[in-house]
């Protein structure tokens, strides 16, 4: 089994987030490979908000068992939602298929929070035609 690292390219169909640390696009202030904590990041205080962001093209061949999604985040302030703050992974395919994880809760300090699909949303086997649409958001 491999296990393959797709960071984000660019934005997606979604950027409802604030930026901080970054004066270009959301997806530039979070496509680390090392993430940089409060140096550049983004934000919001709405629920339901997304930030959607485009992955790089998969380059790996053979069979797709599953997806993951791993974000690195932290509530700004903990006072709104106390003691922990709610979030949700998301997925959406290049055909508007979306995907949803159950609700992750995060504290006030940086963790990592991850989901896996072992289907794609909407049914099915993955394909790299699906990867090469995806677009992950929190």
Request: a negative charge.
């Given at each position: 089994h491999a296990v393959?690292?797709?960071?984000t390219l660019e934005s997606?169909?979604?950027s409802q987030w604030t930026r901080s640390g970054c004066t270009q696009s959301n997806y530039k202030c979070v496509n680390e490979a090392t993430p940089n904590g409060d140096t550049s990041y983004v934000y919001t205080s709405v629920a339901g908000n997304?930030?959607?962001?485009a992955l790089g093209d998969n380059s790996a061949t053979g069979t797709i068992n599953a997806v993951t999604v791993t974000v690195v985040g932290r509530a700004l302030s903990a006072s709104s939602c106390e003691p922990n703050c709610?979030?949700?992974?998301k997925l959406r395919l290049g055909g508007g298929v979306t995907g949803e994880s159950p609700v992750k809760s995060v504290?006030?300090?940086y963790e990592s929070v991850s989901h896996t699909w072992t289907t794609k949303p909407g049914g099915g086997a993955w394909t790299d035609a699906d990867l090469d649409s995806l677009q992950g958001s929190l």
């Amino acid at each position: 089994h491999a296990v393959w690292m797709i960071l984000t390219l660019e934005s997606g169909s979604s950027s409802q987030w604030t930026r901080s640390g970054c004066t270009q696009s959301n997806y530039k202030c979070v496509n680390e490979a090392t993430p940089n904590g409060d140096t550049s990041y983004v934000y919001t205080s709405v629920a339901g908000n997304k930030d959607l962001y485009a992955l790089g093209d998969n380059s790996a061949t053979g069979t797709i068992n599953a997806v993951t999604v791993t974000v690195v985040g932290r509530a700004l302030s903990a006072s709104s939602c106390e003691p922990n703050c709610n979030i949700a992974l998301k997925l959406r395919l290049g055909g508007g298929v979306t995907g949803e994880s159950p609700v992750k809760s995060v504290g006030t300090t940086y963790e990592s929070v991850s989901h896996t699909w072992t289907t794609k949303p909407g049914g099915g086997a993955w394909t790299d035609a699906d990867l090469d649409s995806l677009q992950g958001s929190l």
